[in-house]
């Protein structure tokens, strides 16, 4: 592959990426940036965990056997042993992302789920660490390592401590991404007392060192990389705020001059109207009568009765608390008995909210359908047939749903917060930019009159067919966030070579 003369060596460092091993949206966008990012002409490479089952039908290579990764016990030179794999980007694709997977039986290879286990701080500090020693003895050397939440906060932390300083690192330096500032390790610093929090300043103890578990992976990430992002423009600003802060507001307004938002992006690749072929009809924002026909196609397949003024809402969803589920309870019945409404459900998570919708879908058989199962099909058909989609977040770093359903010619009713205040515009009858429905206040009249405007706006067609052209004709594409992204690392790399041209003078303490 041919890069251009002034591209940058970029290398991911994450815990999940799609398709290798994905849980939530943090896994689909450690693979989309780092696709966006080579197509830009960048050598992007992406590092995870070869966990149970991965890459057992790829093609990989040993890059690296045995490697000796240090486990930090003082007293004796312990080493915990790793193997990297690689998995070599294909030929001339530009959008090719070498991948290496590091391998260690204990910690790795023999889980076969990414998170949930006593020691993953162990883990997550095994793998930081392990990547920083795979780069010291390895032929390729990036200028940044982009680091993603708490997991690999670690990371920051040993690069600033013990390998920065080493002529092989001269020039590179960590970023550190937040796509979720609600979780921090294992350690609950909701509930904690002050006393027994992180301060991050300690080293970090060894891999065998009870004291591990107890570490702040986010706040050391915070305290440690280079520079600071998260996933839009508006949740950079709220987590300076304590509503928001998550006990890291403080560090994070100390920060706040290395720290940026950069919204997520659509794989417009995946989410392909025109082309996509678990729809019914293919449409764009040209031909919106084709997309009737999905319309017709959902409610068909799963039971609901539906008319032409049928306001169908989607809440397409991982089940928890910060999307603010709890605000549907006191107003849900209410409003499917009153309105003529159907509801269509997908997603999983907390058994309360599944139990919550089970209960709504056997009261409304006809229209309500939830569907809890895994299916990668169903969200095509929904964004494409759904009227609108319900995203009443407590807190939304970015969210990817509301631009894939505007991409979809859905509208959005959401909460105005995070990447959904950045990318949702209220609806108002002179506003060129309206693509959807917001409401500001957490709670559940505020969101019930979002959802009485949007009904009574769905009524009004031509007004509704502008909301729908507004949000498809928008650029959610990736493209357009990984040239900000190549801003910031261009601003991070010339900061830290006039770091290394002009040092700060030796014997100042900065505290
Ligand atoms: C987290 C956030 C979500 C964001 C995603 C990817 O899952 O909750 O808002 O879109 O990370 O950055």
């Known amino acids: 592959m041919i890069f251009k003369k002034d591209s940058m060596k970029i290398l991911f460092v994450a815990t999940e990426a799609a398709p290798y091993a994905r849980v939530g ?141 080493l002529e092989k690192f001269k020039g590179v330096s960590s970023v550190f991404c937040i796509h979720n500032l609600y979780f921090q390790g294992n350690f609950r610093h909701r509930f904690a007392d002050e006393i027994d929090l992180d301060d991050g300043r300690s080293p970090i103890p060894a891999f065998e060192d009870p004291r591990l578990l107890q570490l702040n992976g986010m706040r050391r990430g915070i305290m440690y990389a280079d520079a600071i992002n998260t996933v839009s423009p508006t949740y950079a600003k709220e987590i300076l705020t304590p509503e928001y802060g998550e006990g890291l507001g403080e560090l994070l307004i100390e920060r706040k001059e290395n720290l940026s938002g950069i919204i997520n992006g659509v794989d417009y690749k995946v989410w392909e109207i025109n082309d996509d072929k678990l729809l019914a009809s293919r449409f764009s924002a040209k031909d919106l009568e084709k997309r009737v026909a999905n319309r017709k196609k959902l409610a068909e397949d799963l039971n609901l009765e539906i008319t032409d003024n049928t306001f169908i809402i989607g809440i397409l969803s991982r089940m928890s608390a910060q999307k603010g589920f709890d605000l549907l309870n006191p107003v849900l019945k209410s409003l499917l008995r009153e309105l003529d409404i159907a509801l269509v459900v997908v997603g999983e998570g907390d058994q309360r909210y599944m139990e919550f919708f089970n209960e709504l879908a056997e009261k409304f058989p006809k229209k309500v359908s939830v569907n809890f199962r895994f299916d990668p099909k169903l969200p095509h058909l929904a964004f494409a047939g759904v009227d609108s ?123």
Not at 113 to 125: E, M
Request: net charge neutral; hydrophobic share 40%.
């Open 25 to 165: 949206g943090m896994g689909s966008v450690m693979h989309d940036l780092p696709v966006a990012l080579s197509k830009l002409g960048n050598d992007v490479r992406l590092m995870i965990p070869k966990y149970l089952d991965v890459g057992k039908d790829l093609n990989l290579t040993l890059e690296a056997k045995g490697l000796e990764v240090p486990t930090g016990n003082k007293e004796k030179d312990q080493f915990f042993f790793c193997d990297v794999w690689k998995l070599q980007a294909e030929g001339k694709k530009d959008d090719a992302v070498t991948t290496y997977f590091l391998d260690n039986q204990e910690y790795f290879g023999s889980r076969a789920n990414i998170y949930g286990y006593a020691d993953d701080p162990v883990r997550w500090a095994l793998f930081s660490r392990g990547v920083l020693e795979f780069l010291r003895f390895g032929s390729w050397m990036p200028d940044i390592i982009m680091t993603n939440d708490w997991h690999t906060g670690f990371l920051p932390n040993y690069f600033k401590s013990d390998y920065s300083m």
């Open 389 to 511: 989609v319900l995203i009443p977040s407590k807190f939304e770093p970015s969210g990817l749903t509301q631009m894939e359903a505007m991409h979809y010619g859905s509208v959005p009713i959401v909460r105005k917060t995070g990447g959904l205040a950045d990318t949702v515009v209220d609806y108002s009858p002179n506003n060129k930019e309206s693509n959807g429905f917001v409401f500001s206040k957490f709670d559940s009249f505020s969101m019930l009159i979002s959802v009485m405007r949007a009904y009574e706006n769905f009524r009004n067609k031509p007004v509704w067919i502008k909301l729908q052209k507004t949000g498809m004709n928008r650029d959610f594409s990736w493209d357009r966030s990984a040239r900000e992204y190549m801003i910031l690392f261009n601003k991070v790399k010339q900061s830290v070579k006039s770091n290394i041209l002009n040092p700060k003078p030796k014997g100042v303490l900065h505290d």
